[in-house]
T-cell receptor, first 110, second 117 residues
């Protein structure tokens, strides 16, 4: 089976940094995705990690440790529009199905 | 980028009727399409995976006779909710894989909000 955990909610201040952690236990792990989803909308792709390490993309960075079954999404210079749910999802080697974690709702306050 | 559309965006139907939701890849050929369901304040749950020209593979607990999936072409997949009941009210989202460039990526449609009264 698969088990993917991430915090339910986080609150941060505009301009600050927030780190969203995701831990997983998945047999045949292939890669890990991060998606952003605003309420009532479809998820949008943020990042994809296959190898260990940090990948930076503008204000967003994603980190993966395969040995620890751990990833995080780092959001810098938070803006009000970053208020959304952030979904961690893993794929297994056998296919391309995405299994999502419960999602983390991030609220950015002025 | 790759664009996926869904139609309708919202639908209200009466209990016992059937509803069809279309998912189209507009500018690429989707070898695989996925159907998800999302209840309020919950994450996406995969319902089924469909490959063009073959039967869909359903996740455990999803009734294949209730949620009919057809993937007749490389750009179109349909989900039909048969004999809908209020508990089927949910946000249904499709995604498609097979776009140029990042072939590992799934491109999501805008979702269809189904309300069964």
């Amino acid at each position: 089976g698969q088990n993917i955990d991430q915090p339910t909610e986080m609150t941060a201040t505009e301009g600050a940094i927030v780190q969203i952690n995701c831990t997983y236990q998945t047999s045949g792990f292939n890669g890990l995705f991060w998606y952003q989803q605003h309420a009532g909308e479809a998820p949008t792709f943020l990042s994809y990690n296959v190898l260990d390490g940090l990948e930076e993309k503008g204000r967003f960075s994603s980190f993966l440790s395969r040995s620890k079954g751990y990833s995080y999404l780092l959001l810098k210079e938070l803006q009000m529009k970053d208020s959304a749910s952030y979904l961690c999802a893993v794929t297994r080697a056998a296919g391309n199905k995405l299994t999502f974690g419960g999602g983390t709702r991030v609220l950015v306050k002025p | 980028g790759a664009v996926v559309s869904q139609h309708p965006s919202r639908v209200i139907c009466k209990s016992g009727t059937s509803v069809k939701i279309e998912c189209r890849s507009l500018d690429f050929q989707a070898t695989t399409m996925f159907w998800y369901r999302q209840f309020p304040k919950q994450s996406l749950m995969l319902m089924a995976t469909s490959n063009e020209g073959s039967k869909a593979t359903y996740e455990q607990g999803v009734e294949k006779d209730k949620f009919l999936i057809n993937h007749a072409s490389l750009t179109l997949s349909t989900l039909t909710v048969t004999s809908a009941h209020p508990e089927d009210s949910s946000f249904y989202i499709c995604s498609a894989r097979g776009g140029k460039g990042r072939t590992y990526e799934q491109y999501f449609g805008p979702g269809t909000r189904l309300t069964v009264t």
